[in-house]
């Protein structure tokens, strides 16, 4: 699958800021938040988290500095 480079920006900063506010953020508000289908909310959160932006901790997605701090 593929995304335009501009696509996956907007959805990081979106991802970005909604966890600084919420500390998390879940599969099912992440869909509502970029507006995407299940597919493609997925794929953007597996990408997510391979490229190190993010990390799942259960249902729950996590910025991989956060995490970090807290260690």
């Known amino acids: 699958m593929f995304f335009h480079e501009c696509a996956i920006h907007q959805a990081s900063q979106l991802l970005i800021d909604f966890i600084k506010k919420n ?3 879940s599969f099912q508000d ?3 938040l ?3 289908s299940r597919k493609y ?3 953007m959160l597996e990408y997510f988290d391979k490229t190190g932006l ?3 901790e259960g249902d729950q ?3 991989v500095s956060l995490d970090e701090t807290l260690k």
């Open 23 to 25: 500390n998390h953020i």
């Open 30 to 32: 992440f869909k509502k």
């Open 34 to 36: 970029t507006g995407v």
């Open 41 to 43: 909310a997925l794929a």
């Open 54 to 56: 993010t990390i799942r």
């Open 61 to 63: 997605r996590i910025l």
